[in-house]
């Protein structure tokens, strides 16, 4: 089954499951609501990219929607691991987020001439209950850092080969 074929039959299901989601609108428990905001936001990040990549490939913009097509599975593995790892997740990442924003607010203030200097995050240190949580966190953090250390923690060996475009999988062995 080809990539194009695949994405025309499974994104129409995909969507219409999702209306049906939130027709009635979302009702979360208030003890989820941290996990369930940034989920949300992933979600429907992955409806609009899914609805891209149909009009891309009903276009023939096959090997051109690969890197999107990439960029879901992406995040549906990263949905999945938000929703299983709950508040720990949340924690990492916003330390994730947190490190990519003074990351970038260095390298803005280093080389922009700005008036006032971009403000960056705190970098407090998290506090953690017990060396078990810290542990925990540290391993989310590398999940989440790192797409094939995410999808092996699934126990998928390698979730990138469907999306490689045609060069990639010629010099790739199989």
């Known amino acids: ?38 989920l949300m936001g992933w979600w429907q990040f992955t409806n609009r990219t899914a609805q891209a990549l149909v009009s891309l490939y009903d276009q023939g913009y096959t090997v051109e929607a690969a890197p999107l097509m990439r960029n879901l599975l992406g995040h549906s593995y990263a949905m999945n691991w938000l929703a299983d790892s709950g508040e720990p997740a949340v924690v990492a990442l916003t330390d994730y987020w947190n490190e990519h924003r003074r990351k970038l607010a260095q390298n803005v203030n280093e080389t922009w001439n700005l008036p006032e200097p971009a403000p960056a995050p705190s970098e407090d240190p998290i506090v953690f209950a017990n060396p078990e949580s810290e542990q925990i966190h540290r391993r989310l953090v590398g999940e989440l850092k790192n797409f094939d250390t995410m999808v092996k923690a699934y126990g998928t060996a390698d979730a990138s080969r469907p999306t490689r475009t045609p060069r990639a999988r010629l010099l790739t062995p199989s």
């Open 1 to 38: 089954m080809s990539s194009a074929y695949g994405c025309r039959a499974v994104v129409p299901v995909i969507l219409r499951a999702a209306e049906q989601v939130t027709s009635q609108g979302v009702r979360v428990l208030f003890e989820h609501q941290n996990v369930v905001r940034p």
